[in-house]
């Protein structure tokens, strides 16, 4: 067995930016960590996914994501679509503020249970949720 050296090096962004190494142990810390570091931040994900049958294309949905993540846990996300659907979720004092797009707002009190459940509930609701659906669509469960 072999322990560690007290405490670990101090991330650092300009150089995990370039090396790979720096950026590996960088994505081997908790997520608090990383937020320590970076400070407030934004990140975007955009995807397309295309079906073909017989070498001609069938259907195309392309998505977009944004997560803006500010002081002391608040954030801003955003999920949109080219099948013009998508949500947006708001956290800051403590509160959530959610709509499915074209809608009002609503708050909510967020589900601590979740944070037990998932350990991290902002990046593990954002693959999927625990009654199978996902960006809009159900689907099968394997249990």
Known sequence: MVAANGKPEPLDIARA???PA???RALALPHHAIVAALGPHEVTIATETIVTE???QVSE???HATIELGDKGAYHAVYSNSADYGREAVFTGGQLYLRPRYQRWHQRAPESAMR????APARKQASARSDGTCCGTRSPRTS
């Not at 037990?116 to 350990?119: A, L, T, V």
Request: no cysteine; proline share 0%.
């Open 22 to 24: 720096e950026l590996g």
């Open 17 to 19: 930016a370039k090396d």
């Open 54 to 56: 017989g070498g001609k």
């Open 116 to 119: 037990g459940r998932y350990g």
């Open 61 to 63: 949905l392309s998505d």
